[in-house]
């Protein structure tokens, strides 16, 4: 804490005095470690570098601890050590400033937001959850009802299953590749994640529907889903394996039939860890209380159920700044269905995704939007500001890099996806600060909602999903171009 760079205000001269230097030791408390150094406060502090003067290329140790006894010379770094050794550093830096200005007040809201919060636990299923809860709005306004929330366990059963197809068809496609090539080691790594994209919800819903949450219920797994994925992953690589060598010496018939085989272990393990799902075709029986607190039935397929979502009309726009503006993108290899809607972005300048969100509230219509979530947040304020956290004034370090820069250097990609419910504008009509649904709980943030500054939704938003009629016939027409094809390690590839 502190900077090397400001003038030391003069002091009267002090004694200068010694402590006895030991070896630290892995038990040593920290106190101790500090009482290794021998420190003189009266010596001048040095600029030298922590390289070896005789070759740059190599760290000097003693130079460098050289360095650390310099450093605690100064008493706003033995400040800092005793803070920020002993706490989680972005608490303490926050600062109060940025926590009083981000409130939960907004002049443009939509007229209904869903409830109750939802809790997506210990999985990584918050696509489907911002999905579903886009989806529920239009069905508690249909159907008249205060609560409600639709299972997203059942669409997580039906993603698992269509990946795991995904992927066995993405093996016997790259099979031409080395194994340890990037692309079969990127399939590899992650053959039935928990993560997705709006484009893979639209695939699922046209193809399944949608039910009720109380007709398929979050089982122990679909809210702790590690060890199933593990076993799915383990499982999968193994018969990825077990195909690329059956292609090379088989006939078409007995590479499917193997297949056949290894997807019904795919369903087996996840009938037994999550239940099995209602049919997509055939009626279900949900009975509810409406608003007035009457009972009511409906009779529906999942099918008919979902024609409230609308979800094939809504187009994905991003900003990407490494890639042009105006122009369509899509991801190598990346998806849910095979042979079903791939994975396309409309590549915009922030302004205009953010105009379209505007219009899109003002419509009353909420919006599913991706974003890196762990940057500059504190998930229990809820607040999500480029300003929370003052890492120069702990550290005397400055963090200068682009948007543009993050997604080159992977340090920023789509890591959440979450819902947009209200935005609040300044007199000029500019975006100061939006309202944000998440699925981490009512004990998250104010009630289970977030407040993003707008300067961090310019940093660290990548996606929002918005309906046509609310960006201009350019950006429409962006959809009739042919996509420039991203490959599947790319930043954009992240799945929420």
Known sequence: MGSAESTPTPQAPMR???RRQRPASPQMTLDEKFDAFRIDHAGPISSNSILSSENSEHVSGAKTEQYVRELLKDSKNRLGLSALSTNNPSAILEKPSAILKDTQF?????PNEGSPVTNQRSSGRCWIFAATNVFRIA???KYDIKSFELSQAYLFFWDKVEKANYFLESVLDTVDEDVDSRLVSALMASPVGDGGQWDMIVNLVAKYGIVPQTLYPDSWN???SSVMDRLLTTKLREDGLRLRALKASSSGEKIA????????DVVRILTLSLGPPPSADEKFSWEYYDS???LKTVSLTPLEFADTTHVKKFISLVNDPRNEYNRLLTVDHLGNVWDGRPITYVNVDKIVLKEACVAMLKKGLPIFFGSDVGKQSDSQKGI??????DYELGFNVKLGLTKAERLMTGESAMTHAMVLTAVHLDQDNKPVRWRVENSWSSTAGTDGYFVMSDAWMDEFCYQAVVD????????????KQKPKVLPLWDPMGALA
């Not at 999500?384 to 956290?389: F, G, P």
């Not at 046509?468 to 959809?479: A, E, G, I, T, Y």
């Open 384 to 389: 999500m500001d480029t300003d929370l956290v």
């Open 257 to 264: 039939a193997a297949k056949g085989k290894m997807m019904e």
């Open 222 to 224: 679909a809210q702790n």
């Open 139 to 141: 069905i508690q306004q």
């Open 292 to 294: 007035a607190n009457k």
């Open 16 to 18: 200068a005095y010694s």
């Open 106 to 110: 907004y002049n443009i809201t939509i």
């Open 468 to 479: 046509p009629s609310v960006v201009n016939k350019d950006v429409r027409d962006v959809l």
